[in-house]
């Protein structure tokens, strides 16, 4: 029998309009139990979907920097995330529960 191949998944490949890029956010924050870093590295997947050097632009960030932010290793501050949440053409926003 022939082995199967298989590679790692990567989210940020099926990610390809602005609506399942929304939807995962929505998902990702539903799914993140107040686990901020959980929160950023979604962020970071969508980031990776649009293109890093992109989104870097446009939310006024060095590549680099919107790499360590988006890593899932540390917490961004909430303004690096409104910027970055603009950059990607989403929007935020509340709902009661």
């Keep these: 029998m022939p082995k199967t191949a ?3 998944y ?3 490949e099926h990610l390809r309009t602005p609506e399942e890029m ?3 956010l929505e998902a990702s924050l539903e799914e993140a139990n107040g686990d901020a870093a959980f929160i950023a590295k979604a962020l970071g997947d969508i980031a990776r979907a649009k ?20 890593s899932g290793e540390r917490i961004p501050g909430f ?9 990607l053409g989403l929007k935020l926003h ?4």
Aim: charged share 25%.
């Design 22 to 24: 929304a939807a995962y």
């Design 51 to 70: 293109g890093m050097s992109q989104v870097a632009r446009d939310a006024g960030l060095s590549r680099e920097s919107l790499y360590k932010a988006l």
């Design 79 to 87: 303004d690096t995330i409104l910027k970055i949440v603009a950059a």
């Design 94 to 97: 509340a709902e009661a529960r």
């Design 10 to 12: 990567d989210v940020a």
């Design 6 to 8: 298989t590679g790692r």
